[in-house]
C-alpha cells in the first residue's frame, strides 16, 4: 500500500524560533499534499493544499507567512513554522494523494507533534 | 457548506459488544464517505470507504452503508475487541477534493 512518513515524529523547541517538518511519499508520486492540524481531542482542520510545483493553496485563516509550505518534488512536501509559540503547539499531520479529483484516495503519514516551550 | 455530524464520544463498551456509531453529512452533488481510524498518537488509517450511494464499504469486520436518502454513513462493528480503542473519523470529500472531517469519537473498549 501507499506509504506516506513525515519526519521528525516529535519535535520541542523555543519560543521564537522555526521548525521545519517533512512529508514524504515513499512509494508513489504524490501530485498533491495536503496540512492538517489537530488540537488534543478535536478533529483534524485542513490547513492548505500543495499542488507540486506551485505555490500552496491555505485555509481561510491560516497565515500564510508563519506556516510555509514547499512542494518542490513530487516525493517531499515541507511546513516550516516560523517563529514558533506556545501557541503553535500542537499534531500536524501530512496526506499525499496520487491524482487530481475528490475520488482518490489521500494517505495519510504518522504525524508530527510539535511542542513549543 | 459541507459538513459531517458524528455522535459524541466516548464510547465505552465491553469486549464482544455490538457498535455503532453514528454519522450524517450534508453536501451538494455526489461525495465519497469514508471511514478513518486513529489509535493513540498516530495518524489517520482509512478504515472503509464508499463512494456512491447504497454501496457497502467493509474492513476488520467493520461496515458502513451510504444511505442517500437519510445523508447517513454509521459505522457498525457486530463484536468489538479491545485493540479496536482508537478515535474513530467520519469524512467526505467535496467537490473541491477536500477531506472534510467529523468531530471524530472515542471508542474505549474494555476486556
Known amino acids: 500500500g501507499a506509504v506516506v512518513s513525515q519526519h521528525p515524529s516529535r519535535v520541542i523547541c523555543k519560543s521564537g524560533t522555526s521548525v521545519k517538518i517533512e512529508c514524504r511519499s515513499l512509494d508513489f508520486q504524490a501530485t498533491t499534499m495536503f496540512w492538517y492540524r489537530q488540537f488534543p481531542k478535536q478533529s483534524l482542520m485542513l490547513m492548505a493544499t500543495s499542488n507540486e510545483g506551485s505555490k500552496a493553496t491555505y485555509e481561510q485563516g491560516v497565515e500564510k507567512d508563519k506556516f510555509l509550505i514547499n512542494h518542490a518534488s513530487l516525493t517531499l512536501s515541507t511546513l516550516t513554522v516560523t517563529s514558533a509559540h506556545p501557541e503553535d503547539s500542537s499534531f500536524y499531520i501530512c496526506?499525499?494523494?496520487?491524482?487530481?479529483?475528490?475520488?482518490?484516495?489521500?494517505?495519510f503519514g504518522p504525524g508530527t507533534r510539535l511542542t513549543v516551550l | 457548506g459541507d459538513s459531517v455530524t458524528q455522535m459524541e464520544g466516548p464510547v465505552t463498551l465491553s469486549e464482544e459488544a455490538f457498535l455503532t456509531i453514528n454519522c450524517t453529512y450534508t453536501a451538494t452533488g455526489y461525495p465519497s464517505l469514508f471511514w478513518y481510524v486513529q489509535y493513540p498518537g498516530e495518524g489517520l488509517q482509512l478504515l472503509l470507504k464508499a463512494t456512491k450511494a447504497d454501496d457497502k464499504g467493509s474492513n476488520k469486520g467493520f461496515e458502513a452503508t451510504y444511505r442517500k436518502e437519510t445523508t447517513s454513513f454509521h459505522l457498525e462493528k457486530g463484536s468489538v475487541q479491545v485493540s479496536d480503542s482508537a478515535v474513530y473519523f467520519c469524512?467526505?470529500?467535496?467537490?473541491?477534493?477536500?477531506?472534510?472531517f467529523g468531530q471524530g469519537t472515542e471508542l474505549s473498549v474494555k476486556p
Open positions: 469524512a467526505l470529500t467535496n467537490q473541491g477534493g477536500k477531506l472534510i
Open positions: 496526506s499525499a494523494r496520487s491524482g487530481g479529483g475528490s475520488y482518490n484516495e489521500q494517505f
